[in-house]
């Protein structure tokens, strides 16, 4: 009986033990939840904003994607951040992209309101009033990264390798053509069939518009040289989601 007792006794403590273990983790993940819950109603602040390296605007964005292909988006409270906001914006970045359906910028990345600047034109080029757009969200409203998102099978891309004539589309895709013109290696076809030269050209489109920014705007040249601001580009995948990083 004495050992039956004895090992009674040292089952109890061992579930007492698991108890009290699996009560703790119970209790640190609802803690976990709770913090992200918090962080999900967040809205960006000066303080937030200013907080911001561009390193760490970058990071957000890509993790932002990594959300969105989880199919883990934050859960926000849209009207509170709408309230938030309504005093005022302080964005941590600058989105040049696409007018595309497929490539809502707030959505990919998984941001709310008052989080990114958004600066949509078919083809995501660069002229005077997308880099004044672009010099407003950084030098004035102080945002800290500008990225310039391309996608795959963008019908911009495509009008401007088939040489489209329609009404004022046809000065918009003429921004396009240096791309075009900068892409070698296609000279058997160099038209919208071929799926490769496309990508090719809406890669290198990325890439001048990056370069545009740089060269046409001395105000975000200079921030981005003395590190106040990030310039990048990435390249977003219509078919499953992922956006890649590339410039």
């Known amino acids: 009986m004495k050992s039956i007792d004895i090992d009674r006794r040292n089952f109890m403590k061992k579930a007492g033990g698991s108890l009290i273990a ?52 934050l859960k926000r409270d849209l009207m509170q951040q709408v309230k938030a906001t309504g005093g005022g914006q302080f964005p941590f ?81 003429s921004n396009i053509k240096p791309a075009v013109a900068a892409v070698s290696g296609f000279d058997s076809d160099r038209t919208s069939s071929n799926n490769a030269f496309v990508q090719a050209v809406t890669d290198k489109n990325v890439v001048l518009t990056v370069e545009r920014i740089r060269e046409r705007s001395p105000i975000l040249r200079g921030m981005a040289d003395k590190g106040q601001i990030g310039l990048a580009g990435a390249m977003y995948d219509v078919h499953n989601g992922k956006v890649t990083f590339t410039a």
């Open 22 to 73: 699996a009560a703790a983790g119970s209790s640190l993940a609802l803690s976990t939840m709770q913090a992200h819950a918090a962080q999900s109603s967040m809205t960006q602040t000066k303080q937030t904003q200013g907080a911001t390296t561009p390193q760490k605007a970058l990071q957000m964005l890509k993790d932002g994607n990594a959300r969105f292909l989880q199919g883990k988006m």
């Open 93 to 173: 970045a600058a989105i040049v992209g696409c007018i595309d359906s497929r490539a809502s910028n707030e959505l990919i990345f998984d941001q709310g309101i008052g989080d990114i600047f958004s600066a949509r034109i078919a083809g995501n080029f660069v002229n005077d009033d997308i880099l004044g757009s672009l010099e407003f969200a950084c030098a004035a409203a102080g945002a800290k990264l500008i990225l310039v998102l391309g996608h795959t099978e963008c019908g911009a891309v495509k009008g401007a390798c088939d040489d489209v004539v329609l009404g004022n589309l046809t000065q918009t895709l």
